[in-house]
């Protein structure tokens, strides 16, 4: 299992590795990006608006508790507004991605792969890596990084809402205790998880769809070990850069 495992991981390196060489390779598939990319943001603009409403209000609601419990209830929005910039907002993008752009990535070139086209694209000269994959990467990492514009500003405005109208918040102190704790790493820091995730979530659907076994049956369990997989390099990767920029970006005045 441990070989297997180390196998598969070694195999996912490699193909990274190629896509990160196609897209410096011509002729760049433009057309391919542009419906991919068109195709991804379609899914998943409507669900990340809606997810990320009673996401922000659920921790202004949280927060605003604790902060009233402690006693420093005008530091609610400015600790709301980091929760969401830093860590929900990438996330639900990126988890948004892989459930919908990412498996529908997976099942197309798992179906292309058990109806022989990508092994007649090989024969004919043409890389599937370079013709497939890399446009539905790189649709996957633009889609993301725009996205997490959205649902950043979506989520602070539900945020916004409940603490003002249902924790009895000034509008006031909301905004000075913002600009009291937030700085612009942090905003660079969220679309930097968010390029990542996106890479993450094009790359997993893609090698999942490029390597089905069992016929039909295999395509539907790949898209759902994509799914899966996806969600545990999510939080394991979303872990390490915060770890990483924790320690490297101060928290302002400090």
């Known amino acids: 299992m441990i ?3 180390l196998r598969e991981t070694g195999h996912l390196f490699a193909l990274a590795a190629e896509v990160a060489r196609g897209v410096f390779r011509r002729p760049f598939q433009f057309r391919e990006f542009i419906e991919q990319f068109w195709f991804v943001a379609s899914v998943t603009i409507l669900p990340a608006a809606l997810v990320s409403i009673p996401f922000g209000a659920v921790i202004a609601l949280q927060v605003g508790s604790l902060t009233q419990q402690l006693g420093a209830q005008s530091f609610t929005g400015g600790a709301s507004v980091l929760a969401v910039v830093q860590q929900a907002s990438p996330l639900i993008v990126a988890l948004l991605i892989a459930g919908a752009g990412g498996s529908a990535i997976c099942a197309d070139l798992g179906s292309r792969k058990i109806r022989e086209e990508l092994d007649a694209m090989e024969v004919m000269g043409i890389s599937p890596v370079q013709r497939l994959v890399v446009p539905r990467v790189l649709a996957t990492m633009g889609v993301a990084v725009l996205l997490n514009g959205l649902v950043s500003v979506v989520g602070i405005l539900g945020g916004y809402f409940f603490n003002i109208f249902l924790q009895d918040g000034t509008p006031g102190a909301y905004l000075s205790s913002f600009s009291a704790l937030a700085q612009l790493p942090d905003l660079y820091v969220s679309e930097l998880k968010a390029l990542v995730f996106g890479f993450l979530a094009g790359l997993v659907a893609a090698y999942r769809g490029l390597n089905p076994r069992g ?5 539907g369990d790949a898209v759902n070990q994509s799914v899966v997989i996806t969600f545990l390099l999510l939080f394991f990767v979303n872990m390490v850069m915060t770890s ?6 101060p928290p302002k005045g400090g």
């Open 3 to 5: 070989t297997a495992a």
């Open 215 to 219: 016929g039909p049956k295999g395509v």
């Open 244 to 249: 990483v920029y924790l320690q490297i970006v």
